[in-house]
């Protein structure tokens, strides 16, 4: 079974700087797809981006970006110009290719500093 | 544009009862899924459907049934309530379950606050 690990249940960032989340994965499969999920104070899924694992390039977007590194099983998500808005939950998520099952981590908790 | 639909979005009830968690979504997709919420443990599958007329267990599925009423509608029954129920409780969708369904993100609604005395 697929297993998805987030090593950091709390994380503090300054407004405007950068900061990197962390996420492992296990699995056995080549084809696959990771996902960052935001989940804010109103309790809200939102996606924030996504990685297929055929892709060698990180995916991007605007100020969110990821190193997906397939070798080590790991998949990060960096933020950029950090803002206040950007405090939440982020959550770290696995599908196989053709499964409907998305696995989750158990979150890291982001906290940005004025 | 309404997206993903939950109701109710909070809920109390004593132990023994019995409750149904609605989830309508206007997208056309054909996969449905539920999810249940509890501090510390991220979300973990309770059943999915991936087209009408089928459901399959997830992760977590003890305690709960469901209903795939037609292509926009999936119920989420507890029969008879217990206090490790409580949680809170996700509705997400996601397009056309094909091969490739797996690399279409999933949209959730807001979610059910459940909670068992």
């Known amino acids: 079974a697929q297993t998805v690990t987030q090593s950091q249940p709390e994380m503090s960032v300054q407004e405007a700087e950068t900061v990197t989340l962390s996420c492992t994965y296990d699995t056995s499969e080549s084809d696959y797809y990771l996902f960052w999920y935001k989940q804010p104070p109103s309790r809200q899924m939102i996606l924030v981006i996504r990685?297929?694992?055929?892709?060698?390039q990180n995916a991007t977007e605007n100020r969110f970006s990821v190193n997906f590194q397939k070798a080590a099983k790991s998949f990060s998500l960096k933020i950029s110009d950090s803002q206040l808005g950007d405090a939440a939950m982020y959550f770290c998520?696995?599908?196989?290719?053709?499964?409907?099952?998305?696995?989750f981590g158990k979150g890291t908790k982001l906290t940005v500093n004025p | 544009n309404a997206g993903v639909t939950q109701t109710p979005k909070f809920q109390v009830l004593k132990t023994g009862q019995s409750m149904t968690l609605q989830c309508a979504q206007d997208m056309n997709h054909n996969s449905m899924y539920w999810y249940r919420q509890d501090p510390g443990m991220g979300l973990r599958l309770i059943y999915y459907?991936?087209?009408?007329?089928?459901?399959d267990k997830g992760e977590v599925p003890n305690g709960y049934n469901v209903s795939r009423l037609n292509k926009r509608e999936f119920s989420l029954r507890l029969e008879s309530a217990a206090p490790s129920q409580t949680s809170v409780y996700f509705c997400?969708?996601?397009?056309?379950?094909?091969?490739?369904?797996?690399?279409?993100?999933?949209?959730f609604g807001d979610g059910t606050r459940l909670s068992i005395l």
């Open positions: 990685q297929e694992a055929y892709k060698q």
């Open positions: 459907s991936a087209s009408e007329g089928t459901t």
């Open positions: 997400a969708s996601s397009k056309p379950g094909t091969h490739q369904a797996s690399n279409q993100p999933q949209h």
């Open positions: 998520a696995f599908i196989s290719g053709g499964s409907e099952k998305l696995v």
